[in-house]
């Protein structure tokens, strides 16, 4: 089992800049690929983005590609969302999760076997 705790999220201004961090509990994290979600107030989680376990490929959803970009560190545990461009719609609740699946990382959330507890990410207009 796997522990994830993220991190970075807070409140930033129309335009500006995020970077959300999520820390893994284990040394075989190399062995997760790791996803990001968001869920907004009322709605479903989604999927934003995700990165095999070597870092090699990374999946976007179409409404963040280019503004958004997944990084890990797997020597440091921790998978990264950079966010630039946020919209006041970027306003949710941020999610890692980690699965165990190889290949091309998956958006669908019910093949995320662990999740972090959530960053709130508040975008002001």
């Known amino acids: 089992q796997v522990q994830l705790v993220e991190s970075g999220g807070g409140l930033v201004q129309a335009g500006g800049s995020l970077r959300l961090s999520c820390a893994a509990s284990?040394?075989?994290?190399?062995?997760?690929?790791m996803g990001w979600f968001r869920q907004a107030p009322g709605k479903e989680r989604e999927f934003v983005a995700a990165?095999?376990?070597?870092?090699?490929?990374?999946s976007y959803a179409d409404s963040y590609l280019g503004r958004f970009t997944i990084s890990r560190d797997n020597a440091k545990n921790t998978v990264y969302l950079q966010m630039n461009s946020l919209k006041s719609e970027d306003t949710a609740v941020y999610y890692c999760?980690?699965?165990?699946?190889?290949?091309?990382?998956?958006?669908?959330?019910?093949?995320?076997?662990?999740w972090g507890q959530g960053t709130q990410v508040t975008v002001s207009s």
């Open positions: 990165i095999s376990r070597s870092g090699g490929s990374t």
């Open positions: 999760a980690a699965t165990y699946q190889w290949g091309i990382p998956t958006r669908n959330k019910n093949e995320y076997e662990y």
């Open positions: 284990r040394r075989t994290f190399s062995t997760y690929a």
